[in-house]
């Protein structure tokens, strides 16, 4: 008698060998691309910032449009820290970074998450913004719109420096990203990662089951302000600049789009989105930025009519329907 | 002191118009369908560009010009939505969104590839051109004309909805959808003509707002936020709603620009986060 | 009345000039097998929404085991004993039959905090879910995503649910609306394998479940009770006969 298995396998907890396909594409890149190892860091750090985002959309069904929030307050504490405090030390800024993240994020979710549907929208939309005024006002710690200046982060462990290739920055993200995956494959293949799954699916039902939504949908909120600020920080680090669009609604609506494009609930459908979406951008707005524009909406488009639930889903549907033809 | 006060709440009432006149609609439609509508600020834009390709390229007068843009951003409008739109009703909000933000992308790079990213002018006749006396003080001719058309429409509004059949069955349905389909009232058909009479109202704000909003490509997004804070602080479907927001959305962000322009659109924002947590449903909830 | 599990007093609502709910009280004591009947819109639904705390009450007391629970949140009414059904489905669509089961189960054993444990590695979880989908006769479907199953099995992982609750007073919403009469058997006798120390609210339309699973029952009529009685009394009462006789009719031309 077979033990029967908990979930479907395409949401079990058991590592597949397909899982290893974007460890191993990302560890190669770093020999196939020496030249797009910036790139490469950038994709890694949005890679994350989608992760964290799928945590409450994928999987709780939260539809923010001011995830950038998190992000840029991630960004600015790890700037601000190197740039004003001069704690340069990279990995406890990170740390810092991100529960700052954690603490603006608990704040915010605790009184927007009363809301849904449009009115959650708008709040996410308008915090958002709110906070991207207020750093353009403060110049004397942001910089305001010439962007934060004299970020200079220390050689990792004392040892690694930051070069201008971009290969410790490479590596570094690639560490945190692979660090925080881990986390939050735990954190969703759960008992609360399940509970976040039937808030998505069916609210109401949650609260017949006596499930304390709200505070679910906080805890949510808070871990993944915790990683978007984490990748917030690593940009910062990284790229030793912040800029003002850190915060802006364009990046919350960019990273929604890249998760769409990859697939939501999954966490690995950051791992298609964000280099779809950037390798997309990087070569047609080389051409010109109306093609990219009108390139990126038709596939949004196209996304959302054709493949709802992103290339995953698309792959999960035609794996299936190969292996019923061979049945 | 006075002076600045006067104007602040005249510049103030202008724009106010032209955001009540654009969002209405989409508050309609959203309260009608509860279709998140994020390509509404396209269909202003349109109405812009529309309007002065008209009166520009093909010497059509001004004030034909507008109603022109708004037959053309209607039929637009309904092309898309009995293509599109039709296919996510009842669907998550969030595939609404997206898709509608793809259509609001591919809107801008076809406006800017038409019409360049540079602002566009509308060009405004003699008469409208100058200050006009009102008695105690002058006022810009244009946004005089402005008020007033505004003033024109919302009487207008008015009218069909409370005093016609169909202004009726509109109230009804936003009111409770299930009632309103069990004594025989067409939601889909309903919808599709409130979606257009609302892309209409959307394409005329855009045409006569271009003086204060200004035409670039990006319009779409940028003025999509205002629009949408006039809905949701508003209430979904209430057009008393719609036009309070407006009010205060519109004299809020023209006083802070006016006293206070290094926080550019900080208080509005902060304003509205204020006016969401004191009534999450809008002013005037369903 | 202080050994009712469940007792409402004189709750009343209304929606806007609609009154549902007219000053209703009902009791049950432990083992009680009650069945609410009533036309359609009379408000049985929204006494269950009352009840479980998703509509406020205007007026009234929910004591619940003898605390007063009228202001409690909807799931610290659950963590008391307290579960429902719903009249529509209301379920996990996109997860496994098992997986809604098991939702119920891991939630009543406050296990949904766990941040870092997987979910499927809790054994004792599974089989206590297993369990109940056998006594629903569900364990075959337990693989399948709950929106591929018809409609009335569907039903049948709504039960499963509740029961994963183990509540103390369970409220039913039309549960056999919707499972063909050839199935609905499996339904009543999950319901009649139920423990004697917990008591059932029924609503429910077919005359022949009523009959069969209440030793009570409670006719509403325009949010208002009409009568209160055991099967025999409420069969013979000429007023509930008025009532249903109408009601049947349109009960025939307008059921889907
Ligand atoms: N949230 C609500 N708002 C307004 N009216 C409601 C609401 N819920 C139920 N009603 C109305 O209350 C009445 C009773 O409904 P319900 O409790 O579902 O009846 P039943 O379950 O007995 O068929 C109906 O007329 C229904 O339209
Ligand atoms: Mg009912």
Known sequence: MEQPAY????????????????????????????????????????????????????????????????????????????AHVGWSEPLSGLVIAGLVAGVVGFVCGAVILYTRGLTLLMLTLAVTIL???????????????????????????????FDLYGQTAYLYALAVLFVMFLAARAIVNSSFGQSLRGIRENERRMHAIGCPVYRQMLRAYTIAAVMAGVAGALLAQTTEFVALDVLSF???????????????????????????????????????????????????????????????GLTERLRAWATREDS | MINSLVSIAFDGLAFAMVLFIISVGLSVTMGLMGFVNLAHGMFAMLGGYIAVSFIREFGVPFLLGAP???????????????????????????????????????????????????????????????????????????????????????????????RTLLGAKVRAAVDNQRMA????????????????????????????????????????LEYLVYFLIVVAVGGLGSLRGAFAASLILGVVDTAGKYYLPAFGAFFIFAVTIILLLWRPQGFYAR | MSDALLEVRDL??????????DAVSLSLRPGARHALIGPNGAGKTTLVNLITGTVEPSAGVILLDGHDITHWPQARRVKRGLARTFQINTLFRGLSVLENVCMAVSERRSLSARLWRRADA??????????????????????????????GRQRLVELAIALGLHPKVLLLDEPAAGVPSTESHVLLEAVEALSE??????????????FRFAQRITVLVSGAILTEGTPAEVGADPRVREVYLGENAELRGGSR
């Open chain 2, 181 to 220: 389909e069990t004594v025989g009232i067409n939601i889909r058909r309903l919808f599709t003509l409130t979606f257009a009479l609302g892309s209409a109202l959307a394409a005329l704000g855009g045409a006569l707002g271009t003086e204060i909003l200004g035409l670039t490509p990006t319009y779409a």
């Open chain 3, 197 to 210: 120390s917990i008591a059932v609210l029924m609503i429910e339309h077919d005359m022949d479940i009523v």
């Open chain 1, 250 to 312: 364009e990046r919350s609506g960019d990273v929604m789009i890249m998760l769409i494009l990859g697939g939501t609930g999954r966490l690995y459908g950051a791992f298609i989105g964000a280099p779809l979406y950037m390798i997309l951008q990087d070569q047609l707005a080389k051409l010109s930025p109306e093609y990219w524009l009108f390139g990126i909406g038709a596939l949004l488009v196209a996304t959302i009519l054709y493949a709802p639930e992103g290339m995953l």
């Open chain 2, 68 to 162: 022109l843009g708004c037959v053309a951003v209607a039929l637009i409008s309904v092309v898309l939505e009995r293509t599109l739109y039709r296919r996510l009703y009842g669907g998550d909000e969030l595939q609404q969104v997206l898709l509608t933000i793809g259509l609001v992308f591919m809107g801008i790079a076809v406006c800017t590839f038409l019409w360049g990213p540079l602002n566009v002018q509308l060009d405004v006749p003699s008469y409208l051109k100058g200050q006009v006396d009102l008695g105690f003080r002058r006022f810009p001719t244009y946004r005089t004309f402005i008020i007033l058309v505004s003033f024109a429409v919302i009487i207008g509004l008015w009218y069909g909805f409370e």
């Open chain 1, 131 to 161: 906070l991207q005024e207020l750093a353009n006002e403060q110049e004397h710690w942001t910089g305001g719109d010439d962007g934060l200046q004299g970020v200079v982060m220390e050689p990792l462990f004392g040892v690694f420096e």
């Open chain 3, 122 to 151: 809790r054994g004792d979880v599974i089989a206590e879910a297993m369990a109940l989908l056998e006594s629903v006769k569900l364990d075959e479907d337990a693989q399948r995503q709950v929106r591929e199953l018809p409609y």
């Open chain 1, 7 to 82: 979930q479907n396998p395409l949401r079990t907890g058991a590592i597949r060998p397909a899982e290893l396909l974007p460890w191993l594409a990302a560890g190669s890149g770093f020999f196939l691309f020496p030249d797009y190892l910036q790139l490469g860091a950038q994709i890694l750090i949005m890679v994350l910032f989608a992760m964290s985002l799928d945590m409450i959309l994928g999987y709780a069904g939260i539809v923010s449009l001011g995830h950038a929030a998190l992000f840029g307050t991630g960004a600015y504490t790890a700037g601000i820290l190197s």
């Open chain 3, 12 to 21: 009343s609502k209304s929606f806007g000039a609609l009154v549902v709910a």
